[in-house]
């Protein structure tokens, strides 16, 4: 599997909002900055990386300023 991984060109890395947050304290940009700097160092040599997150409603709702997430779908939509 690390073989075919390996000599993979193209990358879709799904992470859970659980590691792109800080504790629930809104998002946590030493660990965005760390992605990005692997990613584009896969970039670097030849590959073509796709990050996907569920952390935006968690980067909402701290700018928002609520402390639960939202059950509602137009609250969901607007975080």
């Known amino acids: 599997m690390r073989k075919q991984i390996a000599e993979t060109k193209r990358l879709v ?3 859970g909002s659980a ?3 800080n504790n629930g304290q809104g998002l946590d940009h030493a660990f ?4 990005a ?11 073509q990386v796709l990050l996907v997150s569920s952390g ?7 700018r928002l ?7 509602a779908m137009h ?5």
Do not use: S
């Open 56 to 62: 935006a409603i968690a980067a909402g709702m701290q």
């Open 19 to 21: 590691l792109v947050t």
């Open 37 to 47: 700097r692997q990613i584009a160092a896969l970039h670097g040599e030849g590959r």
């Open 13 to 15: 890395v799904k992470v």
């Open 65 to 71: 300023g609520w402390t639960a997430r939202p059950h």
């Open 75 to 79: 609250d969901l939509q607007a975080a």
């Open 32 to 35: 965005i900055a760390d992605c």
